[in-house]
C-alpha cells in the first residue's frame, strides 16, 4: 500500500462531484466522456445548488431575519466551489505532490503510520458530513408546513414536481457536503505528510557522525559517508521547503477563502443552535458545527504539526555527533542549521500561518459576532 492510498475515499467522492479524475485518464480514449461529465457535474451539482441558494437568499434577505440565517448558512459551499477549482486548475501539481510522497523513502513505518492516521480521519469526517447532509433533508419533514431542503422553489407539497426537486436537493447537497469534507482532507493530509517528511529528516540527521569504531571503515570513508549524508540532508530538506511553498500556493487562497466564511457560518450556527426548539434542527446544528469548526481544526493542526517539526530540524542536526566529522562537514551542517532556524509553515492568503494560534483566534472572532447577533435577536 502507498502512502497517497489514504486519499482514497476523498478522491472518489471528488471524481464523482466532477472536480477530480484519475491519472491513469489521461491517456484513456474515455478522456472526452470523462471531462463532459465533469462539466455536466459541476453544473448540476455545485452550480445547481448554488443559484437556487442565492435566488432564495435575495428573496428573504431583509425581510425575514431567520429565514435569511438559514439561506446564509448554506454558504459554506461558496468557499467550496472556489476549493473544486483551485483542485480542477492545480491536479497536475497535487499529483506531482502525491508522487513525492510515494517515492519517499521511509524509516520507521513513519509515512504509512501517518497513511493509516489520515485514512481514518477521512472516514471520521466524510462520514461526519455525510451524515450532517442527511440530516438537513430531515429538517423540512419537523416544520408545519413541508419545504425543500433549499427553501426554494417554494412548491406545495402535494405539487408533481415537489418530489423531483426534493430528490434533486437532496443529492446534491450530500454530495457537495462529502465533496467540501474530501477536498480539505486532501489538502490536511498533504500537510500531515510534510510534517512527517521533517521528521524523517530528523531521523536522518541522527545517523551523522554516529557510526561505531567497530565498523571496518577507515577514517576517510567515515567522513566521506558522513558528507554525502549530510548533503544528503540538506537536499532533503530544500525539497520539503519546495513542499511546503508549493502548498501554499495551491492551496493558500483557498484556505483564506474558508477561513473569511467561517466566522460568521459558526456563528450563525450557534444562534441557530441557542434559538430553536427543533430537536432534529438542533442536531443538524450541532453536527453542522462540529463539521466547520473539525474542517478548520484539520487545517489549523496539521499547518501546526509543520511548524513544530521544522523548528525541531535545526535542534536534530545539532545533536547529532558533529563534533566527529570533518569541518566541511560541519559547515554543510552549519547551513542547514541557519536554514532551519526560520519556521515553515502555510500560510493562508499570504496574511496569517495555519496553526492552532490561528484557530484559536477565529473562534474569538465567531462568538463575537454571535454575541452581537444574539443582543440584536434579544432586543
Known amino acids: 500500500m502507498q502512502p497517497s492510498d489514504c486519499f482514497k475515499i476523498s478522491f472518489f467522492v471528488l471524481i464523482v462531484a466532477g472536480v477530480w479524475y484519475s491519472p491513469s485518464w489521461e491517456k484513456s480514449r474515455y478522456l472526452h466522456a470523462v471531462n463532459i461529465y465533469r462539466v455536466f457535474a459541476m453544473i448540476m451539482i455545485l452550480i445547481g445548488m448554488l443559484s437556487i441558494q442565492f435566488v432564495y437568499f435575495f428573496t428573504v434577505v431583509g425581510v425575514d431575519l431567520d429565514k435569511t440565517i438559514d439561506a446564509t448558512a448554506l454558504f459554506t459551499f ?33 509515512m504509512q503510520s501517518m497513511a493509516e492516521k489520515i485514512s481514518f480521519v477521512s472516514k471520521i469526517y466524510n462520514g461526519g458530513a455525510g451524515l450532517t447532509a442527511v440530516m438537513w433533508n430531515l429538517i423540512p419533514f419537523t416544520k408545519p408546513t413541508l419545504t425543500l431542503p ?20 437532496t443529492v446534491i447537497l450530500i454530495i457537495n457536503g462529502v465533496a467540501q469534507t474530501s477536498a480539505d482532507h486532501v489538502f490536511g493530509g498533504l500537510m500531515a505528510f510534510a510534517a512527517t517528511q521533517l521528521k524523517l529528516l530528523q531521523y536522518k540527521l541522527e545517523t551523522i557522525g554516529s557510526r561505531k569504531e567497530t565498523e571496518e571503515l577507515d577514517a576517510a570513508q567515515r567522513e566521506q559517508d558522513d558528507y554525502k549524508e549530510a548533503v544528503s540532508c540538506v537536499r532533503f530538506h530544500l525539497k520539503i521547503i519546495g513542499v511546503v511553498d508549493e502548498l501554499t500556493s495551491i492551496f493558500g487562497a483557498a484556505a483564506f ?97 495555519l496553526s492552532l494560534v490561528t484557530f484559536g483566534a477565529l473562534l474569538k472572532s465567531s462568538y463575537s459576532f454571535f454575541a452581537v447577533l444574539n443582543k440584536k435577536h434579544n432586543d
Request: aromatic share 14%.
Open 150 to 169: 433549499f427553501y426554494y422553489p417554494d412548491l406545495p407539497s402535494d405539487s408533481p414536481w415537489f418530489v423531483r426537486w426534493y430528490a434533486y436537493q
Open 257 to 353: 477563502g474558508q477561513f473569511l466564511l467561517a466566522a460568521p457560518l459558526l456563528c450563525l450556527s450557534a444562534f441557530i443552535l441557542t434559538t430553536s426548539s427543533d430537536p432534529t434542527e438542533i442536531i443538524t446544528r450541532l453536527l453542522y458545527f462540529g463539521c466547520i469548526s473539525g474542517q478548520l481544526f484539520f487545517y489549523c493542526f496539521c499547518g501546526n504539526m509543520i511548524k513544530i517539526q521544522s523548528d525541531l530540524v535545526a535542534t536534530a542536526a545539532y545533536n547529532c555527533s558533529w563534533e566527529t566529522t570533518s569541518v566541511r562537514t560541519q559547515k554543510t551542517l552549519k547551513l542547514l542549521i541557519l536554514r532551519g532556524q526560520k519556521t515553515l509553515s502555510v500560510v493562508a492568503g499570504n496574511l496569517f500561518e
Open 78 to 110: 461558496v468557499g467550496h466551489l472556489y476549493k473544486a477549482i483551485t483542485v480542477i486548475i492545480n491536479r497536475r501539481r497535487i499529483n506531482k505532490l502525491l508522487e513525492i510522497i510515494d517515492s519517499e523513502e521511509d524509516k520507521d513505518d513513519l
